[in-house]
Nanobody, 115 residues
C-alpha cells in the first residue's frame, strides 16, 4: 500500500507561482503511473499531469506550458511546478499513484489564485 502526502499549496496572485510536493511512502515501486489531479468547487476531479514508469509525461491542455511535473525516485517525491497561475487554477490538488489495479490518493492541498 502507498501513502501520499501533499504540501506546498497556498494563496497566490494571478501570474504567480507555486511548487507542490508529494511525499510517497510504502510500496512506491508499484506506482506504475503517478500524477496530479485537481478538483474545483462544484466540479469533477480532473487530470493535471501524469508520469508513467519511465519519463513519459502528459499534461492537460489547460496547463501545458505553465506547469511542470517532476519525479525524484530516489527520494520518493513528486513535484508540480506551477507558473503563470490563473484564477481558474484554483482547486484542491491531489497526488495519485496507480499500480495498474489500484489508485492511492493523498489528502489534497488547496491552491487559491486571486485575480
Amino acid at each position: 500500500q502507498v501513502q501520499l502526502v501533499e504540501s506546498g499549496g497556498g494563496l497566490v496572485q494571478a501570474g504567480g507561482s507555486l511548487r507542490l510536493a508529494c511525499a510517497a511512502s510504502g510500496s512506491t515501486v508499484s506506482c506504475n503511473i503517478m500524477g496530479w489531479y485537481r478538483q474545483a468547487p462544484g466540479k469533477q476531479r480532473e487530470l493535471v499531469a501524469i508520469i508513467s514508469s519511465g519519463t513519459r509525461i502528459n499534461y492537460a491542455d489547460s496547463v501545458k506550458g505553465r506547469f511542470t511535473l517532476s519525479r525524484d525516485n530516489a527520494r520518493n517525491m513528486m513535484y508540480l511546478q506551477m507558473n503563470s497561475l490563473k484564477p481558474e487554477d484554483t482547486a484542491v490538488y491531489y497526488c495519485n499513484c496507480f499500480t495498474g489495479a489500484r489508485h492511492s490518493w493523498g489528502q489534497g492541498t488547496q491552491v487559491t489564485v486571486s485575480s
